[in-house]
């Protein structure tokens, strides 16, 4: 058994990462314990906006924004909406400038967080079995038969958190939704008219519970949605292990939608993923401990269709670090930093049922066409405000 340490972190996604960084950027030893047995073990997902008011912040107090801006996606933050049949109802290019938000693809800027930290931060092929706590710090014991103590352990191992079944028994619930992702690598090349129908940003074609959507540019990273039982991938048989099937399966569900959009489906890689989405319950809590706490999806797992998810994993991480490193006592610092989370966790909770329910209904995709113009007719409106003295 290890001497005790003063922070362990269990995971290696965004928002350990970030709160690894700025920990060590102060000076405070720290280390992660992951699961997999290296970053390219598992896949990342697809691209992420990155939301001033939350993943830039983070990222700004990481020291590690401008390096990220390099990384964004041309053109990244146009939108295109359309329906089944590919008729478009918005089609947004990017202003000149963008709008703040800038897409940069996820398994990026996890490897820009992960060669940010000290060699040796994060200790691999580490799952955790066991954490015990008693009045001197916690102990985690691991797979590999590791054991380790640690005075403070944050949860930032993910929706299935283990560290999570120390503070609470709730589990996540399936939201009636199944998304399938799926990459079309270098369609600029490879498959023109697709990159030309997906445009270079975000893109949503919903109908009848249904949807294709994701993001643009050269390389497309899109998923299709389906409104299913939770036991779908098992009743199917669709896994990544026969990607042949696997677009069959898909193309079965959309048997009425526009050749363009299922052509999506026909051309796409053999790394087909499919994924049930699981949320907490709104404005989740859990009983206060003076040495443990979660972060990022640990803490507020919740539907993807707000875009809040990664961004609330940055800021989480980047919060916590800061209220640690601001008081004498750790248990001072998760209680201001819990008081911090839960209601923005909460908050976006709200927006990400709300944006499932918006695009996920028989009159799809009516609610989202006019969730979108609304917020282009207010940025056209506040513009001059928002990016004064002819900011770009």
């Known amino acids: 058994m290890t001497s005790p340490t003063p922070i362990s972190i269990i995971g290696a996604g ?46 700004k107090a990481a020291g590690l924004w401008d390096q990220a801006r390099e990384h964004a996606h041309p053109s990244g933050e146009s939108m295109r909406v359309m329906d089944k049949h590919a ?10 400038g963008g709008n703040g938000r800038p897409e940069i693809d996820r398994t990026v800027l996890r490897q820009l967080l992960i060669e940010s930290l000290a060699p040796g931060t994060i200790q691999w092929g580490c799952k955790l079995v066991r954490l015990a706590s008693d009045d001197h710090g916690n102990t985690l014991e691991f797979a590999n038969g590791a054991t380790v103590r640690a005075d403070v352990v944050v949860g930032a191992d993910g929706a299935w958190s283990r560290v999570r079944t ?8 399936y939201t009636g939704i ?15 008219e697709s990159r030309a129908l997906v445009g270079p940003g ?21 998923g299709v949605g389906l409104r299913v039982p939770e036991d779908w991938i098992t009743a199917t048989g669709i896994t990544g292990d026969d990607p042949a099937a696997a677009r069959e399966t898909l193309l079965r569900e959309l048997a009425d939608w526009a050749e363009p959009l299922t052509d999506l489906i026909r051309h796409s890689d053999d790394t087909i993923w499919p994924r049930p989405i699981y949320a907490l319950p709104i404005g989740f809590t859990w009983p206060r401990s ?72 028989e009159k799809a995709p009516k609610q989202i066409v006019s969730f979108f113009r609304r917020m282009n007719a207010l940025t056209r409106l506040f513009r001059p405000i928002l990016r004064p003295h002819g900011q770009g």
Do not use: W
């Open 87 to 96: 008729h478009v109802f918005v089609d947004t290019p990017e202003p000149e």
């Open 290 to 361: 003076p040495r443990i706490t979660l972060i990022g999806d640990a803490a507020h797992v919740m539907s993807p269709f707000a875009g809040e998810g990664a961004n609330l994993a940055l800021i989480d991480g980047a919060d916590l670090a800061s209220e640690l490193l601001s008081h004498d006592d750790p248990a001072s610092g998760i209680a201001a930093y819990e008081r911090r989370m839960v209601p923005r966790g909460a908050k976006s909770a709200k927006a990400s049922q709300k944006g499932l329910e918006r695009m996920f209904n």
């Open 14 to 59: 965004l928002s350990g990462l970030v709160c690894a960084r700025i920990l060590q950027l102060h000076n405070v030893p720290v280390t992660i314990y992951e699961l997999d047995d290296s970053a390219e073990a598992r896949r990342q997902g697809g691209s992420l906006d990155i939301h001033d008011d939350t993943g830039q912040v983070a990222l």
């Open 202 to 222: 975000s893109v949503f074609a919903l109908s009848d519970n249904k949807y294709i959507g994701g993001h643009g540019g050269d390389h497309l990273s899109l």
């Open 178 to 192: 199944t998304i399938t992702e799926f990459r079309l690598t270098d369609a600029a090349t490879k498959y023109p």
């Open 166 to 173: 120390a503070l609470s028994p709730e589990k996540p619930a």
